[in-house]
């Protein structure tokens, strides 16, 4: 698939979907095909597995291809774009090609962490990925997680190379936002990175997001994010303001804390965290639950 033929993937509501866990710490294979389903039902378009939200730093490589390949066996419709990054170059390369061995449709690829390469060593990087992988690249930009920010000029150096596809943003910079999508290529997409910024991001560019929230809501965040797309604001902005009391109650704490504890508390497979995540506290607990009482998600 040419990346211009893909373009229109990387659209609307993409669900960073959790990584349901049994209580002796096993995958929940049963319980994500569950999940899957439930999000297909309400309207999403592709399936995340194995980001941040997926725990994927606490995954073993094997896991971390077990949950792709359940994934890609389970959607009947959705799109996968398999988390596949790593501050490694060479575990990047293998866990792309094993993502695209598997059947994901496209990967994410996550700027690498704690080494903060420079800009040319970030360049090198996904130079080297996209010259591996005959799918399309979705790089991540967190500087929150990674320490290091993927400027809007270095961005649309990234958008000129073969393969990549979009980007992510979780930068929290609405102008930078604005920069990439305003000047990259037309094939290139911008895809919002964090939930509360989603409508703001739509406004100045962005296609779509790749969203925690609709883990539990995938209804309410695919509509919002249509109505945008079809331009219809007044709806999206309806919608936005009923779900900010609960954006901001899923990231009282270190994402997945609390959509997993959200997820298990509105009585959906969701399991234990691993170490070192662990249980909210009772406070913000008690917050989470009052939110979603008064969302009619209890």
Request: proline fraction near 5%; charged fraction near 20%.
């Amino acid at each position: 698939m040419s990346i211009s033929e893909a373009s229109e993937m990387f659209s609307g509501c993409s669900t960073a979907i959790i990584t349901p866990m049994k209580s002796n710490g096993d995958i929940d294979e049963e319980g994500l095909k569950e999940l899957i389903r439930f999000q297909e039902e309400n309207g999403v378009d592709t399936i995340v597995p194995c980001g941040s939200t997926g725990e994927s730093a606490t995954l073993s490589y094997k896991e971390h291809l077990k949950v792709i390949d359940i994934t890609v066996n389970s959607v009947t419709k959705a799109k996968v774009m398999a988390g596949a990054g790593s501050n490694s170059t060479s575990e990047a390369l293998e866990l792309s090609k094993a993502a695209q061995d598997i059947g994901a449709d496209s990967v994410l690829s996550i700027c690498p962490y704690y080494n903060k390469p420079t800009s040319k060593g970030i360049r090198l990087h996904f130079e080297a990925i996209a010259s591996s992988v005959d799918i399309p690249i979705i790089i991540y930009n967190i500087p929150s997680r990674t320490g290091t920010n993927i400027t809007a000029d270095l961005m649309l150096e990234l958008a000129k190379i073969p393969g990549i596809a979009g980007v992510k943003e979780a930068s929290g910079n609405l102008n930078q936002i604005g920069k990439i999508a305003a000047f990259a290529p037309k094939d290139f997409s911008v895809l919002s990175g964090d939930d509360a910024l989603t409508l703001p991001a739509m406004a100045v560019g962005a296609k779509g997001a790749v969203s925690v929230s609709s883990n539990i809501v995938p209804d309410k965040v695919s509509a919002m994010i249509k109505s945008m797309l079809s331009g219809d604001s007044e709806k999206a902005n309806q919608i936005n303001r009923e779900l900010m009391p609960l954006y901001d109650v899923l990231f009282l704490e270190t994402n997945p804390i609390p959509i997993k504890t959200a997820m298990r508390l509105a009585g959906y497979p969701s399991g234990p965290l691993r170490l070192p995540l662990c249980d909210m506290e009772r406070k913000n607990e008690d917050r989470l639950r009052s939110v979603l009482s008064m969302q009619g998600l209890l």
